[in-house]
T-cell receptor, first 115, second 116 residues
Framework: GENVEQHPSTLSVQEGDSAVIKCTYS??????FPWYKQELGKRPQLIID?????GEKKDQRIAVTLNKTAKHFSLHITETQPEDSAVYFCAAIWAGGTSYGKLTFGQGTILTVHP | GAVVSQHPSRVICKSGTSVKIECRSLDFQATTMFWYRQFPKKSLMLMATSNEGSKATYEQGVEKDKFLINHASLTLSTLTVTSAHPEDSSFYIC????????????FGAGTRLSVL
C-alpha cells in the first residue's frame, strides 16, 4: 500500500512570512494529491490539490508543487496570516488494489502564524 | 461544493452501550463512503471503506464486529460502535465520494465519542 511521510510536524512563522510543508509518497501509482486544512475539532477542508499530470498549481496565496520522479510534493503558503494557523495534512490517492480512491494521509503539520 | 452531514457531533455514553453515527451526502450521490478515526493531535486513520449495497472493506486491525458499517443508500452510511468501551473514545469522521469524481472526498464535521 501507500505510505506518506510529512515534514515538519510543527512549523512556526511570523505573519507575512512564507511556510513550506513537504510530503513524500511511496507508490508510483498514486496520481492525486490533495492538501487539507483542519482547525481544532473541525472537519478537514480541501484547500488545494494536484494531479500527476501537472507539476505545479497555484490558488492565490497557496501553491502546490509535485515531483513525480522523486515522489514528493510540497505546499507553499505565502504572506501567511494568523488565520492560516491550523493543522495541514497532505494525502495521496492509491489508485491500485481493491479500494479505488483510498486516501493515505501524512502525519500532519501544526502551523502557527504569530501576529 | 458538495456537503456531507454527520450526526451526532458529540456523544457521551456509558461503557457497554452501542452508538450509531450517521453520515449523509446532502447534494450528491455517494457511491463510496469512508470512515476515519482521529486521535488528538494525530492524523486521520482509515477504518473502512463502504460502497453502496455491498459489505464494507475494513483496514487491517479494525474489528468488523466492533465497528459495524452499513451503506444502505447512495446518501447514507452509518457506523455503529458496539459495546463501546473507554478505549473507543475518539473523534470519528466520515467522508464521501461520488462516482463522477471518485478521488475527491468531502468530509463530515466529525463525531466526538466519549465513553465513560
Amino acid at each position: 500500500g501507500e505510505n506518506v511521510e510529512q515534514h515538519p510536524s510543527t512549523l512556526s512563522v511570523q505573519e507575512g512570512d512564507s511556510a513550506v510543508i513537504k510530503c513524500t509518497y511511496s507508490d508510483s501509482a498514486s496520481n492525486y494529491f490533495p492538501w487539507y486544512k483542519q482547525e481544532l475539532g473541525k472537519r478537514p477542508q480541501l484547500i488545494i490539490d494536484i494531479r500527476s499530470n501537472v507539476g505545479e498549481k497555484k490558488d492565490q496565496r497557496i501553491a502546490v508543487t509535485l515531483n513525480k520522479t522523486a515522489k514528493h510534493f510540497s505546499l507553499h503558503i505565502t504572506e501567511t496570516q494568523p488565520e492560516d494557523s491550523a493543522v495541514y495534512f497532505c494525502a495521496a490517492i492509491w489508485a491500485g488494489g481493491t479500494s479505488y480512491g483510498k486516501l493515505t494521509f501524512g502525519q500532519g503539520t501544526i502551523l502557527t502564524v504569530h501576529p | 461544493g458538495a456537503v456531507v452531514s454527520q450526526h451526532p457531533s458529540r456523544v457521551i455514553c456509558k461503557s457497554g452501550t452501542s452508538v450509531k453515527i450517521e453520515c449523509r451526502s446532502l447534494d450528491f450521490q455517494a457511491t463510496t463512503m469512508f470512515w476515519y478515526r482521529q486521535f488528538p493531535k494525530k492524523s486521520l486513520m482509515l477504518m473502512a471503506t463502504s460502497n453502496e449495497g455491498s459489505k464494507a472493506t475494513y483496514e487491517q486491525g479494525v474489528e468488523k464486529d466492533k465497528f459495524l458499517i452499513n451503506h444502505a443508500s447512495l446518501t447514507l452510511s452509518t457506523l455503529t460502535v458496539t459495546s463501546a468501551h473507554p478505549e473507543d473514545s475518539s473523534f470519528y469522521i466520515c467522508s464521501a465520494a461520488s462516482s463522477e469524481q471518485w478521488d475527491i472526498q468531502y468530509f463530515g464535521a466529525g463525531t466526538r465519542l466519549s465513553v465513560l
